[in-house]
């Protein structure tokens, strides 16, 4: 092999014509609507979350763990609570703002957090393996430009964004976004291995949409005020806000909560990552409803799993299966939505049955959010939440 | 048998070296193929730097189980922690046996343990010492090593696993990703009964060596993949090295280290883990294997790696004369999403394509932007170019790129502009 015989096989062709459509940065719109993903890693669990506070089962097999009826903020519907520390959100629930679903899972649950994430954030059934994420079935069909925007504080995961169809970015936030882009060259996609494909693409996505926040975001970071969000949540709640203000023309953020597997000591540390979501999540929506955004908005946490409803020894709890994940804005329908889980009929690992799939809220949103009716969830019944 | 010539010598001491020197691909360069690998394989230097000063298990000990003192915990963690990742930094920096470095930093990501969550960098750095001693190695002596290792019995909380309360951790990492490599190959059950089995595997309070505590370990007998009997931990790591996906799961990760990032092929994955099985987890034997084989080097494979952070900055100042004006090399890899020593998970780093996202290409190109920046100064110029490679223009672009560039090249004459040019261009960033 030398340079020649080599470079017959690297076709070095644009393959631009390949690739999603860019070209917006000049009349990319806000959208109708704005879905904010929240990651909550490491299996959250859902039974102290959204607590079955008069459920014997759940007292007897939570022996130090389960949280008092006394303690609980109580929705006044199926004698479910919520955990003391989510106390700013109990105002979106009393809104009407607030969507629980219930019993959330898959078939065949998976324990381990790598598999089940996956899962997640493809939409796959639990025996298959998919590489993209589950957005890349919906926003390509649409919208053109831009589809999605990750922050987190080391820029990695793109989760259900992570595609080669999709134009999704990730970063740590705006301001470094714009500062750090400003030397990045635009460069044409070419395809001569997947390693340059997904390198070059990368690139230009930098590139154009290093562009549109300079364009839209130069003038208000630069009057920005002093933070007041705490804790890594907290920050990237409030730069999803800058953007959405700023009216960058994403569809979609994704933001992580890391910290929820907790396999002994779990009252402090529980009680640590809810307050970092309850204050990252209530803050964020002040400030949409302060700018008339509110009714635009979508939030919807995920996780791996839940954790097993019977605590262990180390005062923590073990990788389970179905658990509690909300849903909240301006037009979202609220409620508690699924079965809880039956907490005496357990599996051989002590896990209970799931009750809803996750994927009827990826069904939902596909049909009722973006207006998308081929997706591969045609089987998953929406929720009514929206 | 052919001279390998410059282009392939380039190609194996860049997927085998921490960046391409060009007296190494010189020497390379008239060798045949199969003398330039066991070259490669053979030439080893176990020497290393003395290391820094880290709290012993011991001392730190009475701190663990206080509350009170888990802030000296943490300062203590974090200042050894960076003190130790710098030393490796550097060492990978000037260490004239950089394969070994290379494939010390393999198995660190296949065995990884993390700083913040162990809080004993003491631990991490016999770790370390382990994954170096077995790197080219026996890969069965390695399990069994890293079973008992105290830095893997602290992060995965073996030590904590007793006969009253087993815990499933380790236990579900051992066969999900250090041999059978996916869920589909166990069931839980099979975790339950091998944390079980791993019951009593501790550390001792005085050494902080491993230590086994027959009155924790659960005697009982236990079913594990289908056998029955009263397994000990030693047991169940037999039971694995003698299945066959264990060999293929090291497969399919050297096939994500030097071949490229797609799905590993399983007709070319499926022989070297035949390879490595039948020469009973020999590395040097599947290592070889590997290098030699028609995938590795396929045109087609040529630029289809994507160089980690390690490979990026560390590889461009061993073979180029940059230097970064402070030494926070560990900072900055870990900016980019390696941190040494601190994975982001007991999957490690996820590599291959995830190395590049809109986030580490902009700290990746800042880094090599501020590497190359310094030496344009006229200063520089002579003392640079007494560094650099008495060669041809042509030669210097095979040199530096595995593909043609992407960016156009200057039309300026100058060897610092070209070789700035080089480094900047997207294709740089690609083996």
């Known amino acids: ?386 | 048998m052919g001279k390998l010539g410059l282009f392939r010598a380039r190609h194996l001491v860049t997927r085998t070296s921490i960046g391409a020197e060009w007296e190494t691909i010189q020497r390379y360069q008239n060798l045949s193929l199969r003398d330039a690998i066991i070259h490669t394989l053979n030439s080893v230097n176990y020497n290393i730097p003395r290391a820094p000063r880290t709290s012993s298990w011991a001392k730190t000990l009475g701190n663990r189980n206080s509350m009170a003192r888990q802030r000296n915990m943490q300062r203590m963690s974090k200042n050894e922690g960076a003190a130790i990742q710098t030393w490796w930094a550097n060492h990978m920096l000037t260490t004239k046996s950089p394969f070994l470095e290379r494939m010390t930093l393999f198995w660190h990501n296949h065995f990884p343990s993390n700083i913040e969550h162990t809080k004993q960098p003491s631990a991490l750095l016999e770790q370390n010492y382990t994954l170096r001693r077995h790197a080219l190695g026996n890969y069965g002596d390695l399990l069994f090593a890293i079973s008992k290792d105290p830095a893997m019995l602290l992060y995965l909380d073996g030590y904590k696993n007793v006969k009253q309360d087993p815990n499933e951790n380790f236990a579900r990492e051992l066969l999900e990703l250090f041999t059978l490599g996916g869920t589909q190959y166990y069931s839980e059950r099979d975790i339950k009964e091998a944390a079980r089995a791993f019951t009593g595997w501790s550390i001792d309070d005085r050494t902080g060596k491993f230590r086994y505590r027959r009155e924790l370990h659960d005697e009982g007998i236990k079913t594990f993949m289908g056998k029955r009997g009263n397994f000990d931990g030693d047991d169940i790591l037999k039971i694995l090295l003698r299945h066959p996906r264990t060999a293929e799961t090291i497969a399919e990760k050297m096939w994500r280290e030097f071949i490229n990032t797609s799905r590993p092929n399983p007709h070319h994955t499926r022989r070297w883990a035949q390879i490595f099985r039948q020469s009973n987890y020999d590395i040097k034997a599947l290592l070889m294997a590997v290098l030699s084989s028609d995938p590795f080097w396929h045109p087609s494979n040529v630029g289809g790696l994507i160089k980690s952070p390690v490979e990026l900055t560390i590889g461009t100042m061993r073979a180029l004369p940059y230097r970064l004006r402070t030494n926070n090399l560990a900072h900055n890899l870990s900016l980019m999403g390696q941190s040494l020593f601190a994975h982001p998970s007991v999957k490690g780093w996820e590599g291959g394509e995830s190395w590049i996202s809109t986030q580490s290409l902009m700290r990746r190109t800042g880094i090599l932007t501020n590497l190359t920046r310094g030496n344009l100064r006229q200063t520089n110029d002579a003392r640079m170019m007494a560094h650099m490679p008495n060669c041809s223009d042509e030669e210097l672009v095979t040199w530096l790129l595995p593909v043609s560039p992407l960016s156009p090249l200057p039309t300026e004459p100058g060897r610092q502009r070209l070789v700035r040019a080089l480094v900047l261009d997207p294709a740089y960033q690609v083996s």
């Open chain 1, 1 to 386: 092999m030398d340079r020649r015989e080599f470079l017959k096989y690297s076709s070095l062709i644009s393959a631009a014509g390949l690739l999603p459509e860019m070209a917006f940065a000049a009349n990319g719109r806000s959208p109708e609507k704005i879905v904010v993903l929240v990651e909550l890693k490491g299996g959250n669990d859902g039974f102290n979350t959204l607590v079955p506070y008069r459920d014997d089962a759940y007292k007897k097999l939570r022996p130090t763990l389960h949280l008092k009826e006394s303690k609980v903020l109580k929705l006044g519907q199926g004698d479910m609570g919520l955990h003391p520390h989510l106390k700013d959100l109990m105002n979106i629930w009393n809104q009407g703002d607030m969507a629980w679903v219930q019993g959330i899972g898959y078939p065949q649950s998976v324990l381990s957090h790598f598999r089940s994430m996956d899962i997640w954030n493809s939409g796959s059934n639990a025996n298959q393996v998919i590489e993209d994420g589950w957005l890349t079935h919906v926003l390509p069909s649409f919208k053109q430009g831009l589809h999605g925007i990750s922050v987190s504080k080391d820029g990695s995961s793109l989760g259900p964004l992570h595609s080669p169809r999709l134009n999704s970015v990730s970063m740590q936030s705006p301001r470094m976004f714009v500062n750090q882009s400003r030397t990045i060259n635009d460069i044409t996609p070419v395809s001569s291995t997947p390693a340059l494909a997904h390198l070059t693409q990368t690139q230009h996505q930098l590139y154009e949409v290093g562009q549109q926040l300079r364009a839209k975001m130069t003038r208000s970071l630069r009057q920005q005020k002093r933070t007041r969000s705490k804790g890594v949540l907290g920050h990237s709640l409030e730069s999803v806000a800058q953007m959405i203000i700023a009216g960058i023309d994403s569809p979609v953020y994704k933001v992580t909560q890391g910290g929820f597997d907790m396999h002994s000591g779990q009252i402090g540390r529980h009680n640590n990552v809810l307050y970092q979501v309850n204050h990252g999540l209530s803050r964020f929506a002040h400030t949409m409803k302060q700018n008339g955004l509110w009714d635009k908005i979508v939030v919807v946490t995920y996780s791996e799993f839940g954790r097993r409803i019977a605590e262990n020894r180390g005062g923590g709890t073990d990788h389970g299966t179905a658990s509690a994940q909300f849903v909240m804005g301006g037009g979202i329908r609220g409620g508690l939505y699924g079965q809880h889980p039956n907490l005496e009929r357990l599996d051989v690992n002590g896990n209970v049955a799931h009750t809803t799939d996750f994927r009827q809220v990826y069904s939902t949103l596909a049909q009722r959010i973006w207006r998308q009716h081929q997706h591969p969830w045609k089987a998953h019944r929406p929720i009514p939440f929206v």
